[in-house]
Nanobody, 129 residues
Framework: QVHPVESGGGLVQPGASLRLSCAAS????????LGWFRQVPMRKREAISC????????????YYEDSVKGRFTISRDNAKNMVYLDMLNLKPEDTGVYFC??????????????????WGQGTQVTVSS
């Protein structure tokens, strides 16, 4: 098992940048596909960016929701048991609670939330002027 813990959220103005971090205790993150999900009130939790157990060097190893393509980058550091979400040029519509999740499925990018086995508590990102 892994226990993800997110950090790095906050209140920022439009156009700003943030880096979300997810630290995991327990098992080695390298064994898990990982994802960042966003939850906003009255809407279903959605996958923002996901990465397979591979290094993420190929486009097939990552997924980005259309609205964040070119602005967000997911990366993983298995040696540090960390996964990151670098968010550039933030927009008000990026506001929400961001969750880090780990899936036992290996070798593929997991986009569906039901494919994930372990979830963090979330970190709030608010983009507002």
């Amino acid at each position: 098992q892994v226990h993800p813990v997110e950090s790095g959220g906050g209140l920022v103005q439009p156009g700003a940048s943030l880096r979300l971090s997810c630290a995991a205790s327990g098992d080695t993150l390298g064994h898990y596909a990982l994802g960042w999900f966003r939850q906003v009130p009255m809407r279903k939790r959605e996958a923002i960016s996901c990465i397979s157990t591979r290094d993420g060097d190929s486009d097939s190893d990552t997924y980005y929701e259309d609205s964040v393509k070119g602005r967000f980058t997911i990366s993983r550091d298995n040696a540090k048991n960390m996964v990151y979400l670098d968010m550039l040029n933030l927009k008000p519509e990026d506001t929400g609670v961001y969750f880090c999740a780990a899936s036992r499925l290996s070798g593929i990018v997991v986009i569906a939330d039901w494919g994930y086995d372990f979830w963090g508590q979330g970190t709030q990102v608010t983009v507002s002027s």
